[in-house]
């Protein structure tokens, strides 16, 4: 069965620095998604993604944050100044048309030191 | 506002007996409900949906809108179902889900 693959599964930064976190969604999906979940909390949306663009995105999603879909096949969420605060488990996630279901990766842990 | 609440944390129940996982939204129009788990080292993944008003893995949930709630029910409780359970919803018209903060089922031998 396909699955949405993330990549790195942990990633460690300083603060004031840039990441990147990449998704391979599945391949016949349209809409894309980012979730985080801060360590004890609940998975809280942050961003979704359709036809090449933002769709809808959360308050959480400010100047900070930034997704892209460079080829046919990564999606991507740029953090470009971290802040402690931003140290949370991120999910990716895809789903066919809007209102399925959605298929998660299995997150990438950001630790900001 | 649009909120999935899940009151309980952490619910252990012993092997064989009932559980009821408890879900309640906030949302003024039709929903979309789901429940979500989450095994240990793995990712969440999809358990039901309402619309598909089907059993897996011996699990049920109904959506009473009555009582704006989907709880999540199993008769007999099984080791293997230990795992973290979300409830979600995705209001129509919207690309997002909104996550209930999840609940721990420990089942004990």
């Known amino acids: 069965e396909p699955e949405v693959t993330q990549t790195p599964s942990h990633q460690v930064t300083q603060m004031g620095q840039e990441v990147i976190l990449r998704c391979v969604p599945i391949s016949n999906h349209l809409y894309f998604y980012w979730y985080r979940q801060i360590l004890g909390q609940k998975v809280e949306f942050l961003v979704s993604?359709?036809?090449?663009?933002?769709?809808?995105k959360s308050e959480i999603f400010d100047d900070q944050f930034s997704v892209e879909r460079p080829d046919g096949s990564n999606f991507t969420l740029k953090i470009r100044s971290t802040k402690l605060e931003d140290s949370a488990m991120y999910f990716c996630?895809?789903?066919?048309?809007?209102?399925?279901?959605?298929?998660f990766g299995n997150g990438t842990r950001l630790t900001v030191t | 506002a649009q909120r999935v609440t899940q009151p309980e944390k952490l619910l252990s129940v012993f092997k064989g007996a009932p559980v009821e996982l408890k879900c309640n939204y906030s949302?003024?129009?039709?929903?979309?409900l789901f429940w979500y788990v989450q095994y240990s080292r793995q990712r969440l993944q999809l358990l039901l949906r309402h619309i598909s008003r089907e059993s897996i893995k011996g699990f049920t949930a109904d959506l009473n809108k009555g009582e704006t709630s989907f709880h999540l029910k199993k008769p007999f409780a099984q080791e293997e179902d230990s795992a973290m359970y979300y409830c979600a919803l995705s209001p129509s018209g919207t690309y997002k889900y909104i996550f209930g903060t999840g609940t721990r089922l420990k089942v004990l031998a």
């Open positions: 949302y003024s129009g039709s929903p979309e």
């Open positions: 993604f359709y036809n090449n663009e933002i769709s809808e």
């Open positions: 996630a895809s789903t066919p048309p809007r209102g399925e279901p959605l298929h």
